[in-house]
């Protein structure tokens, strides 16, 4: 009799979180939605995945999933995506944070210091907005324009002797302390 009452309460309980497989996704709309394969014979369809906020993927087919009922319901189930395959491995210190794409090479790598380290895969361009092309020529034309400017500072340098590099601190002090310090006009923050 206790078994007969505990049965199905045991079965929805175990029912709660499932792992499964990533079938297909549909991107078109405000919330994803996936087919899961949680096992050789059941497949769920329209299962909202949950992502957090301000990150957006698209997971490939295949990729594992961790479904849950919510409120012990089968019938409405999200999942969470992930793929073991394609995490980075021992590449990050404690409290950072990346974002990839599978083994690309491509990553944005919040370091624990505050920097912002962004690899691009290879062969390939770090672009920013909508107006790259426009925005990386910007860029190119100051970084020429800075790296002339600096020439010529190291150019009108003229040793003094005995000063221990002073006169030519003073040069590049003046070249970074003007219109040249990088901090005063970053082409890519402005946007």
């Known amino acids: 009799m206790v078994k007969a009452k ?60 961790l479904v849950l009922a919510v409120g012990g319901n089968s019938a409405h189930r999200v999942a969470l995506v992930f793929d073991r395959g394609t995490r980075l491995v021992d590449e990050l210190a404690e409290g950072e944070a990346a974002m990839h794409i599978g083994n690309a090479g491509q990553v944005v790598h919040l370091k624990a210091n505050g920097d ?11 672009l920013l907005g909508d107006d790259a092309a426009t925005k990386h020529a910007a860029l190119a034309e ?4 800075r790296l002339d400017a600096l020439v010529t500072a190291i150019n009108a340098w003229v040793p003094a002797p005995m000063d221990g590099g002073a ?14 310090a990088c901090a005063s006009d970053n082409v890519y923050a402005k946007g």
């Open 116 to 126: 912002v380290v962004i690899t691009p895969g290879a062969g390939a361009k770090v």
């Open 6 to 65: 505990v049965g199905p309460l045991a079965a929805r309980v175990a029912g709660l979180v499932t792992r499964g497989e990533l079938k297909t996704l549909k991107d078109s709309t405000g919330l994803q939605r996936a087919q899961v394969s949680l096992t050789a014979d059941e497949v769920q369809d329209d299962v909202e995945v949950i992502t957090p906020p301000g990150f957006t993927s698209r997971p490939a087919a295949g990729a594992e999933v």
């Open 142 to 145: 100051m970084i020429t324009a």
């Open 167 to 180: 006169a030519l601190k003073a040069a590049l002090a003046a070249w970074l302390g003007g219109s040249n």
